[in-house]
Protein backbone atom coordinates (compact mmCIF):
# COMPACT_ATOMS: atom_id res chain seq x y z
CA UNK A 1 0.00 0.00 0.00
CA UNK A 2 1.36 3.23 -0.96
CA UNK A 3 1.59 5.95 1.05
CA UNK A 4 -0.20 9.73 0.20
CA UNK A 5 1.25 12.90 -0.73
CA UNK A 6 2.08 15.34 2.00
CA UNK A 7 -0.60 17.69 2.06
CA UNK A 8 -0.60 20.40 0.07
CA UNK A 9 2.26 18.76 -2.34
CA UNK A 10 2.75 20.95 -5.49
CA UNK A 11 3.66 17.85 -8.54
CA UNK A 12 5.92 18.95 -11.34
CA UNK A 13 5.25 20.57 -14.14
CA UNK A 14 4.20 17.66 -16.59
CA UNK A 15 4.14 19.75 -19.98
CA UNK A 16 6.88 22.17 -19.72
CA UNK A 17 7.37 25.03 -22.53
CA UNK A 18 10.33 24.51 -25.07
CA UNK A 19 13.02 26.75 -23.87
CA UNK A 20 13.61 29.61 -26.68
CA UNK A 21 17.58 28.97 -25.38
CA UNK A 22 19.14 25.98 -27.17
CA UNK A 23 21.41 24.58 -24.61
CA UNK A 24 24.85 23.65 -26.11
CA UNK A 25 25.53 20.36 -27.37
CA UNK A 26 26.54 18.47 -23.86
CA UNK A 27 24.92 19.90 -21.38
CA UNK A 28 24.64 18.23 -18.18
CA UNK A 29 21.97 18.89 -15.47
CA UNK A 30 23.94 18.71 -12.81
CA UNK A 31 20.69 18.42 -9.90
CA UNK A 32 18.05 16.55 -10.24
CA UNK A 33 16.19 13.56 -8.49
CA UNK A 34 13.95 10.92 -8.83
CA UNK A 35 11.38 9.53 -6.78
CA UNK A 36 10.30 6.55 -6.32
CA UNK A 37 7.69 5.26 -8.23
CA UNK A 38 6.85 4.28 -4.59
CA UNK A 39 5.70 0.95 -5.66
CA UNK A 40 8.58 0.08 -6.64
CA UNK A 41 11.13 2.12 -4.45
CA UNK A 42 9.19 2.54 -1.11
CA UNK A 43 10.12 6.20 0.88
CA UNK A 44 12.27 5.99 3.93
CA UNK A 45 10.47 5.64 7.22
CA UNK A 46 11.85 8.28 8.46
CA UNK A 47 11.44 11.06 5.44
CA UNK A 48 10.27 14.49 6.37
CA UNK A 49 7.95 14.55 3.27
CA UNK A 50 6.11 12.21 1.00
CA UNK A 51 6.18 12.91 -3.00
CA UNK A 52 4.47 12.26 -6.01
CA UNK A 53 6.21 9.98 -7.84
CA UNK A 54 8.98 11.03 -10.36
CA UNK A 55 10.60 8.09 -11.89
CA UNK A 56 13.54 7.93 -14.23
CA UNK A 57 11.64 7.31 -17.18
CA UNK A 58 9.86 10.85 -16.74
CA UNK A 59 13.31 12.42 -15.72
CA UNK A 60 14.46 11.12 -18.99
CA UNK A 61 11.61 12.46 -21.13
CA UNK A 62 12.54 15.36 -19.89
CA UNK A 63 16.12 15.67 -20.12
CA UNK A 64 15.42 15.07 -24.26
CA UNK A 65 13.07 17.76 -24.15
CA UNK A 66 15.16 20.19 -23.18
CA UNK A 67 17.85 19.66 -24.99
CA UNK A 68 19.85 17.99 -22.09
CA UNK A 69 22.48 15.69 -22.78
CA UNK A 70 23.61 14.20 -19.67
CA UNK A 71 22.21 13.98 -15.56
CA UNK A 72 23.38 14.21 -12.10
CA UNK A 73 20.97 12.37 -9.64
CA UNK A 74 21.13 13.37 -6.39
CA UNK A 75 19.71 11.24 -3.53
CA UNK A 76 16.53 12.49 -2.50
CA UNK A 77 15.98 12.85 1.44
CA UNK A 78 12.41 10.87 0.76
CA UNK A 79 14.60 7.88 0.43
CA UNK A 80 16.68 7.97 3.05
CA UNK A 81 20.39 6.23 2.68
CA UNK A 82 18.16 3.30 0.55
CA UNK A 83 20.05 4.70 -2.86
CA UNK A 84 17.72 1.92 -5.01
CA UNK A 85 15.82 4.18 -6.75
CA UNK A 86 19.03 6.77 -7.97
CA UNK A 87 21.54 3.81 -8.40
CA UNK A 88 18.49 2.22 -10.98
CA UNK A 89 17.95 5.32 -12.90
CA UNK A 90 21.95 6.08 -13.33
CA UNK A 91 21.86 2.44 -14.49
CA UNK A 92 19.41 2.88 -16.95
CA UNK A 93 20.72 5.90 -18.49
CA UNK A 94 23.48 4.00 -20.53
CA UNK A 95 26.01 6.39 -19.16
CA UNK A 96 24.52 9.36 -19.52
CA UNK A 97 23.91 9.92 -15.83
CA UNK A 98 25.89 10.01 -12.62
CA UNK A 99 24.73 9.56 -8.91
CA UNK A 100 25.55 11.33 -5.82
CA UNK A 101 24.45 8.91 -3.11
CA UNK A 102 23.51 9.07 0.72
CA UNK A 103 25.44 6.92 2.96
CA UNK A 104 25.40 6.39 6.62
CA UNK A 105 29.15 6.18 8.82
CA UNK A 106 29.08 2.39 9.03
CA UNK A 107 29.23 1.99 4.92
CA UNK A 108 31.56 -0.41 3.88
CA UNK A 109 34.52 -0.23 1.36
CA UNK A 110 32.37 -3.06 -0.85
CA UNK A 111 29.46 -0.91 -0.78
CA UNK A 112 31.14 2.02 -1.91
CA UNK A 113 32.90 0.02 -4.76
CA UNK A 114 29.63 -1.54 -5.58
CA UNK A 115 28.32 2.54 -5.85
CA UNK A 116 30.90 3.59 -7.62
CA UNK A 117 30.86 1.03 -10.11
CA UNK A 118 27.18 1.92 -10.65
CA UNK A 119 28.42 5.76 -11.61
CA UNK A 120 28.18 7.42 -7.96
CA UNK A 121 31.09 10.29 -7.89
CA UNK A 122 29.45 11.85 -4.52
CA UNK A 123 27.68 12.01 -1.00
CA UNK A 124 25.77 14.46 0.25
CA UNK A 125 25.16 16.16 3.36
CA UNK A 126 21.89 17.85 4.09
CA UNK A 127 21.89 20.42 6.97
CA UNK A 128 18.54 21.86 6.41
CA UNK A 129 16.77 21.05 9.27
CA UNK A 130 13.41 21.39 8.60
CA UNK A 131 14.76 17.88 5.85
CA UNK A 132 16.75 15.88 8.07
CA UNK A 133 17.27 15.09 11.87
CA UNK A 134 20.83 16.67 12.51
CA UNK A 135 23.56 14.38 11.43
CA UNK A 136 26.89 14.09 14.40
CA UNK A 137 29.27 15.78 12.50
CA UNK A 138 31.97 13.29 14.00
CA UNK A 139 29.88 10.56 11.62
CA UNK A 140 30.00 12.44 8.24
CA UNK A 141 33.77 13.34 8.86
CA UNK A 142 33.87 9.07 8.84
CA UNK A 143 32.06 9.23 5.61
CA UNK A 144 34.58 11.99 4.53
CA UNK A 145 37.33 9.58 4.98
CA UNK A 146 35.81 6.77 3.12
CA UNK A 147 35.37 8.12 -0.23
CA UNK A 148 38.53 10.29 -0.14
CA UNK A 149 40.00 7.41 -1.76
CA UNK A 150 37.36 6.83 -4.58
CA UNK A 151 37.77 10.48 -5.70
CA UNK A 152 34.11 11.53 -4.86
CA UNK A 153 33.13 14.64 -3.57
CA UNK A 154 30.80 15.78 -0.92
CA UNK A 155 27.55 17.64 -2.13
CA UNK A 156 26.45 20.43 0.86
CA UNK A 157 22.86 21.33 1.41
CA UNK A 158 22.82 24.13 4.30
CA UNK A 159 21.22 27.64 4.27
CA UNK A 160 24.00 30.43 4.00
CA UNK A 161 22.75 32.22 7.49
CA UNK A 162 24.38 28.87 8.73
CA UNK A 163 27.88 28.72 7.45
CA UNK A 164 29.39 30.52 10.22
CA UNK A 165 28.51 27.60 12.36
CA UNK A 166 29.60 25.44 9.51
CA UNK A 167 32.34 27.03 7.45
CA UNK A 168 35.10 25.33 10.15
CA UNK A 169 33.89 21.72 9.71
CA UNK A 170 33.14 21.84 5.90
CA UNK A 171 36.98 23.36 5.06
CA UNK A 172 38.02 20.76 7.20
CA UNK A 173 36.60 17.76 4.74
CA UNK A 174 39.05 15.82 2.84
CA UNK A 175 37.46 15.96 -0.41
CA UNK A 176 36.58 18.47 -2.90
CA UNK A 177 32.99 20.33 -1.67
CA UNK A 178 30.07 21.33 -4.05
CA UNK A 179 27.72 23.39 -2.93
CA UNK A 180 23.84 23.33 -3.73
CA UNK A 181 21.61 26.40 -4.75
CA UNK A 182 24.59 28.77 -3.74
CA UNK A 183 24.10 28.21 0.07
CA UNK A 184 20.30 29.44 -0.28
CA UNK A 185 21.15 32.98 -0.08
CA UNK A 186 18.76 35.33 1.58
CA UNK A 187 18.17 37.88 -2.35
CA UNK A 188 16.40 39.88 -0.42
CA UNK A 189 19.88 40.73 1.28
CA UNK A 190 22.73 42.88 -0.42
CA UNK A 191 24.71 40.92 -3.47
CA UNK A 192 27.68 42.77 -1.75
CA UNK A 193 26.62 42.32 1.69
CA UNK A 194 28.58 40.35 4.12
CA UNK A 195 26.33 37.26 4.24
CA UNK A 196 26.68 36.25 0.64
CA UNK A 197 30.49 37.28 0.38
CA UNK A 198 31.53 35.03 3.08
CA UNK A 199 30.04 32.38 0.92
CA UNK A 200 32.24 33.42 -1.98
CA UNK A 201 35.09 33.75 0.22
CA UNK A 202 34.92 30.51 1.43
CA UNK A 203 34.63 28.85 -2.09
CA UNK A 204 37.51 31.16 -3.17
CA UNK A 205 39.87 29.84 -0.22
CA UNK A 206 38.62 25.79 -0.46
CA UNK A 207 38.22 23.29 -2.99
CA UNK A 208 34.87 24.28 -3.94
CA UNK A 209 32.10 24.22 -6.71
CA UNK A 210 28.90 26.04 -6.69
CA UNK A 211 25.80 25.08 -8.38
CA UNK A 212 23.49 28.15 -9.57
CA UNK A 213 20.53 26.43 -9.40
CA UNK A 214 16.71 26.75 -7.92
CA UNK A 215 15.74 30.13 -8.86
CA UNK A 216 11.99 28.97 -8.24
CA UNK A 217 13.77 28.00 -4.24
CA UNK A 218 15.18 31.61 -3.52
CA UNK A 219 13.03 34.10 -5.55
CA UNK A 220 10.60 36.10 -3.26
CA UNK A 221 9.50 38.49 -6.86
CA UNK A 222 8.88 34.86 -8.41
CA UNK A 223 8.32 33.82 -11.82
CA UNK A 224 9.28 33.77 -14.88
CA UNK A 225 12.43 35.84 -14.93
CA UNK A 226 13.42 35.77 -11.25
CA UNK A 227 14.90 38.91 -11.40
CA UNK A 228 15.76 38.89 -7.79
CA UNK A 229 18.13 35.31 -7.84
CA UNK A 230 20.26 36.66 -11.22
CA UNK A 231 23.07 39.21 -9.33
CA UNK A 232 23.52 36.17 -6.92
CA UNK A 233 23.95 33.54 -9.91
CA UNK A 234 25.87 35.97 -11.73
CA UNK A 235 28.20 37.14 -9.20
CA UNK A 236 29.07 33.28 -8.88
CA UNK A 237 29.42 32.69 -12.59
CA UNK A 238 31.79 35.77 -12.64
CA UNK A 239 33.98 35.00 -10.08
CA UNK A 240 34.38 31.11 -10.39
CA UNK A 241 33.68 30.29 -14.20
CA UNK A 242 35.92 27.19 -13.68
CA UNK A 243 34.08 25.95 -10.49
CA UNK A 244 30.39 26.54 -11.53
CA UNK A 245 27.34 23.90 -12.26
CA UNK A 246 23.78 24.26 -13.33
CA UNK A 247 20.96 22.26 -12.65
CA UNK A 248 17.23 21.69 -13.07
CA UNK A 249 16.34 20.53 -9.62
CA UNK A 250 13.23 18.44 -10.99
CA UNK A 251 11.24 17.50 -9.55
CA UNK A 252 11.42 20.46 -7.29
CA UNK A 253 10.46 18.91 -4.07
CA UNK A 254 8.63 20.65 -1.01
CA UNK A 255 8.52 23.84 -3.00
CA UNK A 256 5.62 26.16 -1.52
CA UNK A 257 4.47 29.10 -3.75
CA UNK A 258 4.75 27.57 -7.64
CA UNK A 259 5.86 24.44 -9.23
CA UNK A 260 8.18 25.81 -11.98
CA UNK A 261 7.73 25.35 -16.06
CA UNK A 262 11.26 23.54 -16.87
CA UNK A 263 11.33 25.22 -20.32
CA UNK A 264 12.00 28.59 -18.53
CA UNK A 265 14.38 27.47 -16.48
CA UNK A 266 16.36 26.58 -19.17
CA UNK A 267 15.31 30.12 -20.42
CA UNK A 268 16.94 31.27 -17.10
CA UNK A 269 20.28 30.03 -17.82
CA UNK A 270 21.09 33.10 -20.56
CA UNK A 271 20.46 35.43 -17.46
CA UNK A 272 23.44 33.48 -15.52
CA UNK A 273 26.07 33.21 -18.21
CA UNK A 274 25.50 35.78 -20.84
CA UNK A 275 28.46 35.15 -23.05
CA UNK A 276 28.79 31.39 -25.31
CA UNK A 277 32.07 30.65 -23.60
CA UNK A 278 30.60 31.13 -20.17
CA UNK A 279 27.75 28.98 -20.64
CA UNK A 280 29.55 26.10 -22.12
CA UNK A 281 31.67 26.61 -19.26
CA UNK A 282 28.63 26.39 -17.07
CA UNK A 283 26.74 23.45 -18.83
CA UNK A 284 29.53 21.39 -20.49
CA UNK A 285 32.95 21.95 -19.65
CA UNK A 286 32.58 21.89 -15.53
CA UNK A 287 29.87 19.04 -15.10
CA UNK A 288 32.03 16.74 -17.57
CA UNK A 289 35.70 17.48 -15.63
CA UNK A 290 33.72 16.78 -12.35
CA UNK A 291 31.57 14.03 -13.30
CA UNK A 292 32.86 12.31 -16.75
CA UNK A 293 37.12 13.49 -15.97
CA UNK A 294 38.86 12.53 -19.53
CA UNK A 295 35.43 11.87 -21.29
CA UNK A 296 34.56 14.59 -24.02
CA UNK A 297 30.97 15.73 -24.35
Known amino acids: MTAPKTPGWLDWCAEPSTPDFRLPPGTVDAHCHVFGPQAEFPFAP ?28 VQATCHGADNSAMVDA ?6 RARGVA ?19 RGVRFNFVKRLVDASPREDLSAIAKKIAPLGWHVVLYFEAADLPELGTFFGALPTPLVIDHMGRPDVTKPVDGPEFRRLLDFAGT ?16 GPPSYADVVPFARRVVEEFP ?17 MPDDGLLVDHVRHLADTPEAQRKLLVDNPMRLYWPGETA
Do not use: M
Open 102 to 120: TVRPDVGAAELRELHAAGV
Open 46 to 73: ERKYTPCDASKDQLFALRDHLGVARNVI
Open 206 to 221: HDVWVKVSCPERLTVT
Open 90 to 95: VRASGG
Open 242 to 258: DRVLWGTDWPHPNLKSH
